[in-house]
């Protein structure tokens, strides 16, 4: 997946908004929390950050090509870090970027979901 395609279709979502923030990462929110961050490491290739369920958790995490997000699976929360397409590929990847939006639109208050019109 290129950086084009993450934007492309993470702007796709509904009421989904882009911030580059963190040295460069590409921050979609929605309702002013994050549900996915595509970031690089040092060979250029686009690593990909979402939040994902328990029990998708405790699947990808053994995955090849994915592990536990830095920072972020540290502190208890579900979220894993795609790296490369070993086991994961670009249309799973954008099925657990739609999760990730729902799941976070799900922990939004009640006020703000109506407000957004979700």
Same mark, same amino acid.
């Given at each position: 997946?290129?950086? @084009?395609?993450?934007? &492309?279709? %993470?702007?796709?979502?509904?009421?989904a908004? !882009?911030?580059? +923030? *963190?040295?460069?990462? !590409?921050? *979609?929110?929605?309702?002013?929390?994050?549900?996915?961050?595509?970031? *690089?490491? #040092?060979? $250029?290739?686009?690593?990909?950050?979402? $939040? %994902? &369920? =328990?029990?998708?958790? =405790?699947?990808? $995490?053994? +995955?090849?090509? %994915?592990?536990?997000a830095?920072?972020?699976?540290?502190?208890?929360?579900?979220?894993? +870090?795609?790296?490369?397409?070993? &086991?994961?590929? @670009?249309?799973? /990847?954008?099925?657990y970027?739609? #999760?990730? !939006?729902?799941?976070?639109?799900?922990?939004?208050?009640? +006020?703000?979901?109506? #407000? /957004?019109?979700?």
């Amino acid at each position: 997946m290129t950086l @084009d395609d993450y934007n &492309s279709f %993470c702007a796709s979502l509904p009421r989904a908004t !882009h911030v580059v +923030q *963190w040295g460069g990462a !590409h921050v *979609w929110k929605v309702g002013g929390k994050v549900f996915a961050i595509g970031g *690089w490491n #040092e060979g $250029k290739q686009l690593f990909v950050t979402f $939040k %994902c &369920s =328990d029990i998708a958790y =405790d699947v990808l $995490k053994e +995955q090849p090509g %994915c592990r536990p997000a830095p920072y972020l699976a540290s502190r208890g929360m579900k979220w894993i +870090q795609r790296q490369t397409s070993q &086991s994961m590929d @670009d249309a799973a /990847l954008k099925d657990y970027l739609g #999760e990730s !939006h729902r799941l976070v639109v799900l922990k939004l208050t009640r +006020q703000t979901r109506r #407000e /957004l019109g979700l």
